[in-house]
């Protein structure tokens, strides 16, 4: 359909609802009748007559300044730093790969909360709250008619991905079906290398899916309500929707040949540490929701290349001459290098949502983690402001844990906070040799910190040490290379003292259920290890899960108590959070700094590009 054809449609289409609500409402005395049982009134041919004009005056219009609004075709091009380690969440719990691309979940990020639409976020470090990521997907609609129980309508119309492989032939572009919600989900739940079997078997081992009616899947979460909200019903990247012929053919997914999902684009060729290359997937079910092309067929691009490139030097080299369309996760030095040598790109600043930070064993008695004036001596002895200034060019903030003030309306700042609080994030390195001698400590102590071979993280060590040293702590860092680390750091969880890494997903409440919650993965500090071993924050979870979905202000009101607490208790020792960049050139319309998982709703002005010479 031509871009005139579709603005007839538009007039017409708009035409014929107007005319049901004048009708239906009686406003006017019918003049005529056209036909059978269609009455026209006086208003109506009167707009009618406006319409008209107004249409041939667009086309008009329209033929002498060419196409506007949203236009189809054009490659949307990014990179990325490594190949990734798994490409199925059922074997792998570090495999967020290919979401948002080829696999679908019930839930995902709401366009309609971005920029385009309400402007609540966007987007760019996430979620800014659980509602930001509780929008339509696979799940059209949905019910919670109890605690623990959603009752999820399947949208009708979705079909597998007819892509040229063996597996794209198997499943046929047959539709999508409620069964199929429920063998994924099943797999998924008991998969011995899934993130959720690792990492929060009880949630696992006790919910449960079935079909209840015609395109209808109830799911029961009975333990740790937000938890399993999360992983199972919302998906996090995880609970991703697979072909079950293809899981029942080859076992599992991990195969990249393999992939056939229901999502925009599909994966048709894959070169390791070289490039993946996607399709727009013809047979996409999903519009456009908002804005100029609302009602348009998604995706607008033909496709999509990932090219591999672990240098970050070759990546801004190819973001500056226009071989990438767009890059996240910019760090600030070279964030501002682009900025300065490529004017005329667009970028945003923000804060990631996910922190650095100091885990510390503190389930051991025998750790001198265990003592509470240990962990506030480390707090006093490291010196927020300099790390903040001079590391970080001041470009960086220092009240970031467990939550920022860009992602949550629950953000409560520093100076609000208790004194006691405020105390621990002034540089006071006599407060902290005192505190270390009431517990046991006049000479400090020695100790280890695990860390991944990623130079800036242990450089950053490195400044943590020089200040600890000054108080008596002889901190020994212990590099290991990526592979090792994560496995320390992951499912095994074993480190012997001290473990640098991100410590949450810090925004709004998501994060309350696992760092200060037992065995975790994202738990570093081993805070309330059994669950029940620290009762202020076990009280505030059982209060916030008595509530969660059904009195949202009450959780709220808990989750406030949660922040004095964990900072006074210094359960975890940030890292000042330095701002980074997300790039885009202007030709990337309906692009506002959202990262790679909205990237269906984007598309490319190619006069714009050629005007600019790329």
């Not at 013809?282 to 092309?293: A, F, K, L, M, Q």
Request: charged residues 20%.
């Amino acid at each position: 359909m031509t871009v005139k054809s579709k603005m007839k449609w538009a007039v017409v289409s708009g035409l014929m609802a107007l005319s049901l609500v004048l009708v239906s409402c009686g406003q006017a005395d019918v003049e005529e009748t056209k036909g059978p049982g269609i009455s026209v009134t006086t208003e109506e041919k009167e707009l009618e007559e406006q319409r008209q004009e107004q249409e041939e005056e667009e086309v008009e219009e329209e033929e002498v300044a060419g196409p506007s609004g949203p236009q189809y075709g054009g490659i949307i091009t990014y990179r990325l730093a490594n190949d990734p380690s798994s490409f199925d969440s059922g074997t792998h719990t570090n495999s967020g790969y290919l979401i948002n691309t080829v696999y679908q979940q019930y839930m995902g990020s709401d366009w309609l909360r971005g920029p385009a639409g309400g402007g609540a976020t966007n987007y760019a470090a996430g979620a800014g709250s659980v509602e930001d990521s509780y929008g339509p997907q696979l799940a059209e609609s949905w019910e919670t008619p109890e605690q623990g129980v959603w009752v999820l309508k399947i949208r009708e119309g979705v079909h597998w991905q007819l892509v040229d492989s063996e597996a794209g032939r198997l499943m046929g572009g047959r539709e999508m079906t409620v069964d199929d919600i429920v063998s994924s989900f099943n797999r998924l739940n008991t998969a011995p290398g899934s993130w959720i079997a690792a990492g929060q078997p009880r949630v696992a081992e006790s919910a449960t899916a079935e079909i209840t009616g015609d395109w209808e899947v109830t799911i029961k979460t009975p333990v740790d309500y937000f938890t399993a909200f999360v992983w199972l019903i919302q998906g996090a990247g995880f609970a991703r929707v697979y072909p079950p012929e293809v899981v029942e053919k080859y076992g599992d997914m991990s195969n990249w040949q393999n992939a056939v999902g229901t999502g925009p684009f599909m994966l048709v060729d894959y070169v390791q540490a070289s490039q993946f290359t996607f399709v727009k997937n013809p047979n996409y079910w999903e519009t456009d929701p908002v804005g100029p092309g609302k009602g348009n067929q998604l995706p607008y691009v033909d496709g999509i290349k990932e090219l591999i490139i672990p240098d970050i030097s070759t990546t801004l080299a190819a973001l500056r001459t226009g071989k990438l369309d767009l890059q996240e996760s910019i760090n600030l030095e070279d964030g501002q290098t682009v900025i300065s040598i490529t004017p005329e790109i667009e970028s945003d600043k923000y804060l990631s949502a996910l922190v650095w930070g100091i885990g510390m064993k503190q389930d051991e008695p025998e750790q001198p983690f265990s003592d509470v004036r240990v962990r506030q001596a480390l707090m006093l002895a490291t010196d927020f402001e300099s790390i903040k200034r001079d590391y970080f060019g001041g470009e960086a903030e220092i009240d970031i844990y467990p939550i920022n003030f860009q992602t949550t309306s629950l953000y409560e700042p520093l100076d609000e906070m208790p004194e006691v609080v405020q105390e621990l994030f002034s540089y006071n390195p006599d407060k902290a040799k005192q505190l270390l001698a009431d517990a046991g400590y006049p000479d400090g102590f020695s100790t280890s910190i695990v860390v991944s071979s990623d130079p800036a993280r242990v450089d950053e060590l490195a400044i943590y040490k020089e200040m600890w040293s000054k108080v008596g702590i002889d901190l020994k860092i212990e590099v290991l290379e990526m592979g090792n680390y994560l496995r320390i750091a992951g499912a095994r969880r074993e480190w012997d003292n001290m473990l640098y890494r991100t410590v949450s997903l810090s925004f709004n409440f998501q994060m309350y259920h696992a760092p200060y919650r037992g065995a975790a993965i994202l738990n570093p500090s081993r805070i309330n290890n059994p669950p029940g071993a620290d009762t202020y924050l076990e009280d505030i979870h059982n209060a916030m899960n008595e509530n969660m979905f059904i009195n949202m202000p009450a959780v709220y009101e808990e989750w406030k108590k949660v922040k004095p607490y964990i900072l006074e208790q210094a359960f975890v020792i940030p890292r000042p959070q330095p701002y980074q960049y997300t790039f885009w050139w202007p030709w990337l319309k309906n692009y506002y700094g959202q990262g790679l998982a909205l990237t269906r709703y984007a598309w490319i002005d190619q006069d714009l590009k050629k005007e600019m010479g790329y």
